[in-house]
């Protein structure tokens, strides 16, 4: 398949590029030169010029969206133009070129005002199949992303797996990380799956299978085959106590 990864020099870029190019023809995007392309096509530019965004997209069978401002503490100021902005230009653009399927990076701040248990709509870890509640402006755009994708994904342009991506990092930098950890392999497994899923739209956390895990997996197993093979747990004894990377909502 050929496949368009925007945002390819940023971190989850960096940790996912090695997983998708043995099996796909890759199109690298970014504002920077990516590291990492192997035998990969790059080309360089802002995915807010929508020309740009048309020649990227023409010709590519899938595209994977990473591009965006991935912190949850920003104002809508820093949030608006790479997360609202980018993902509709590139929406647009797929459905003029004739993409077939766009996986898009969404995160589980879309679920965040869930993170202290009397938030939650039953007991136990938190749940796709429950109405997004976002925990911060960043998750907000986030719920825009997926819900301006399930447009596209509706009309018949094209499918969409979102994928409500845990902490990317090599190994979780505290344990404060422990219980939304993606693991690269885990992140590997959980985009190639998502590019060939029988889905027309579905969003998904892909978290790896930690022992202290704050959100379940069960939607992802079953649509997307996905089999988390991490744990968090095992750096229990190699990095540092640190805060949650969820946001804290004032409640709990
Ligand atoms: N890192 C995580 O743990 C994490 C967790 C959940 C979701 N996500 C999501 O995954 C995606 C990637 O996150 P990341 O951590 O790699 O972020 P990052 O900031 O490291 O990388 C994002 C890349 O997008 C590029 N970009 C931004 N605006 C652009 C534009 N207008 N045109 C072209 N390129 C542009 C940047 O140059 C950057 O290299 C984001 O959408 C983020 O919200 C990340």
């Known amino acids: 398949m050929r ?18 190019a043995g099996e796909h023809d890759l199109r690298l995007t970014d504002l920077r030169a990516p590291e990492r392309v192997g035998r990969a096509e790059v080309a360089l530019g802002d995915l807010a010029d929508p020309g740009f965004a048309e020649r990227l997209c023409a010709g590519v069978d899938a595209i994977v969206h990473l591009a965006g401002n991935p912190r949850p503490g920003d104002d809508w100021d820093r949030l608006r133009g ?22 898009l990076a969404s995160s589980v701040h879309v679920l965040g005002g869930y993170h202290p248990p009397s938030a939650r709509p039953a007991p136990g870890p938190i749940r796709d199949a429950w109405p997004p509640r ?9 719920v825009f992303g997926e819900a301006a994708a399930r447009v596209y994904a509706d009309s018949g342009a094209f499918s969409v797996v979102c994928l409500r991506l845990g902490g990317c990092r090599p190994v979780p930098p505290t344990r404060g990380w422990f219980d ?3 693991g690269p392999a885990d992140l590997g497994q959980a985009v190639r799956l998502a590019l060939r899923a029988d889905v027309r739209f579905g969003a998904y956390t892909v ?16 649509d997307l085959g996905y089999a988390p093979g ?23």
Not at 239 to 244: A, E, I, K, L, N
């Open 3 to 20: 496949v368009l990864v925007t945002g390819a020099a940023g971190g989850v870029g960096q940790l996912l590029l090695p997983a998708l």
């Open 82 to 103: 790479p997360n609202l902005q980018v993902p509709t230009g590139i929406l647009a653009a797929a459905e003029q070129a004739g993409v077939r399927r766009v996986v």
């Open 134 to 142: 976002p925990c911060c402006r960043y998750g907000a755009t986030k």
């Open 180 to 182: 939304t950890w993606l």
């Open 207 to 222: 978290t790896s299978a930690n022992t202290a895990a704050l959100f379940d997996l069960g939607a992802a197993r079953r």
């Open 230 to 252: 991490e744990d968090s747990e095992t750096y229990r004894h190699s990095v540092p106590v640190g805060p949650s990377t969820m946001c804290r909502s004032g409640r709990d």
